[in-house]
């Protein structure tokens, strides 16, 4: 009797063979004649040769489907098990408007217009700007097309920075080193990932250096090639700053930068980096510029409201 052993690697063994080994008693029935045992992240089958490389066919299509959708359900069993064994890409599972099969079967799409317009930026082009006010989904649409762009093997790693300006605050009374000081800064950044990517998947990541989250200072001296890179707050960077991570661009990099101009932390007189560039790159080709407003917010009801009563006031004065 022939055996084969496959081992389950960034992928939950609890998530994927169900609760009290569910999905694993579905293959079992799927395929009688062979002995299958499930220990730790491990399978062993036991058989003939021909149904051992069968098997093995449908367990890649099972974890390709696990990877892309962060679930294996029985539905999702099945239809694998007797389907043709052509690319899952175009089963019933797929939807073109899903960017990321999220955490717990959240679907992550681009909701409006111009967050689906940001979209289409990016797939187009290398560098794409996306300023627009808060809640309108800038950072979020972006990490979702990082995210898909990873699990499509389109990048190698997903690079994401802040420029770290104290929003009326002071990080120096913070206690701990300097990531445990500057990580509730980047929390927006660690909310997004965590509702698109598995804890145990999104924690390998980050040890491996295939996620980085760290503050704009890090990128300096750095050639940033193979990534997919966001560089959020745009606006609280200064002209030197923003000059220094444009110039980071390496071979097959996506950049994306997002911004509101209407919320800049830095100190009087000092330009604003963003504004700046947006002036100086307007013109470039292969650089795109997409600007949402008060019809993108996807946040609480009130928040639109709270943006037209501000922006009456400062058209105001």
């Known amino acids: 009797m022939n055996e084969l052993s496959l081992e389950l690697t960034d992928i939950s063994p609890r998530e994927f063979f169900g609760e009290h080994n569910s ?3 579905l293959l079992k029935k799927s395929f009688p004649k062979l002995k299958i045992v499930a220990r730790g992240n491990r ?3 036991y058989g003939d040769p021909p149904l051992l490389e069968e098997f093995g066919k449908r367990f890649e ?3 390709t489907h696990f ?3 962060n679930k294996l359900d029985e539905r999702a069993i099945v239809h694998i098990l007797s389907s043709s064994g052509q690319d899952e890409a175009h089963t019933p599972f797929h939807s073109g408007d899903v960017l990321v099969h999220g955490v717990s079967g959240r679907l992550v799409k681009a909701q409006t217009a111009n967050q689906r317009r940001l979209v289409e930026a990016v797939e187009k082009n290398d560098m794409v700007f996306a300023i627009g006010p808060a809640g309108t989904g800038k950072t979020y649409t972006g990490v979702a097309l990082a995210v898909r762009a990873l699990k499509n093997k389109q990048v190698k790693r997903i690079i994401l920075t802040r420029p770290a300006v104290e929003a009326g605050e002071n990080l120096g009374f913070l206690p701990g080193d300097l990531k445990e000081k500057l990580d509730p800064y980047m929390q927006p950044l660690y909310d997004a990932l965590r509702d698109m990517l598995p804890a145990e998947k999104l924690a390998k990541f ?3 250096g295939t996620i980085q989250i760290a503050p704009m200072a890090f990128m300096r001296g750095r050639t940033l090639d193979h990534a997919f890179v966001i560089l959020d707050e745009a606006q609280n960077t200064t002209h030197a700053q923003m ?4 110039t980071r661009m390496g071979k097959d990099a996506k950049f994306l930068l997002t911004g509101d101009p209407g919320q800049i ?3 009087r007189r000092v330009t604003s980096g963003l504004k700046e560039a947006l002036l100086i790159l307007k013109n470039i080709p292969g650089i795109e510029m997409i600007y949402l407003d008060d019809k993108d ?3 609480h009801s009130l928040v639109k409201q709270v943006i037209e009563a501000y922006k009456t006031i400062e058209h105001q004065n």
């Open 297 to 299: 917010v996807i946040r």
């Open 206 to 208: 980050l040890e491996d």
């Open 265 to 267: 932390d830095l100190p």
């Open 23 to 25: 999905n694993i008693d």
């Open 243 to 246: 000059k220094m991570f444009l």
């Open 43 to 45: 399978i062993k089958v």
């Open 67 to 69: 990877s892309k959708y």
């Open 61 to 63: 299509m099972l974890t």
